[in-house]
């Protein structure tokens, strides 16, 4: 059993620290779904609104709380924002394959961190996946294409999902491309 089993599908929001590099940093979000390996989190912003999904390793996970009056700050602007919890994302076996189908049918895009921390983080829509592998369109920070990327799945240590800088990124591309590429 994991730290995070007993909040998979509550209604109550929880901070989850992940980055022992940086013990002080956690992300707020309702746990969506937990595996043996990995975990989803419906995430939240500072500000109370909804900020997309995080997928990370159960493993990485060494504590989560809840019911902080951090927390609840972000819960009480969540609910006067009339934010509500993103359905995207259907629950499987493989919460790998079902976030990258919910970003491929939903062109959300994702940053990609592998476990190499020298290496940044590959973002963009998802193109095709398998078994080992999945292929990003990747889109730079100003929108635009710039090129493809292949990341072995074995390495993939978290993925963030249709945060709202990425909505914003992903705005930006689309404009671009319906102007012709500006």
Known sequence: MSLLDSFENS??????????????????????AVSEKYFILNRISYL???NGFLLGLVDDVFRVECNTMDINKDLL????????????ITPKDNLLTALFEAAESHNYIISINVFDEGIEPVEGFVSEFDDEQ???NNVDYCGNADGIS?????????????????RILKELYFAKLGAGGV
């Not at 209604?11 to 969506?32: H, K, L, M, T």
């Not at 609910?79 to 359905?87: D, E, R, Y």
């Open 134 to 136: 999945v292929v990003i």
């Open 11 to 32: 209604e109550f929001p929880v901070a989850v620290y992940n980055d022992r590099e940086n013990s002080n940093r956690f992300r707020v979000g309702f746990v969506d």
């Open 150 to 166: 292949l990341v072995a799945l074995a390495d993939i240590a978290l993925i963030i999902a249709n945060s709202y800088s990425q």
């Open 77 to 88: 602007l969540w609910k006067l924002h009339g934010q509500t919890k993103s359905a995207d």
């Open 48 to 50: 109370g609104y909804e």
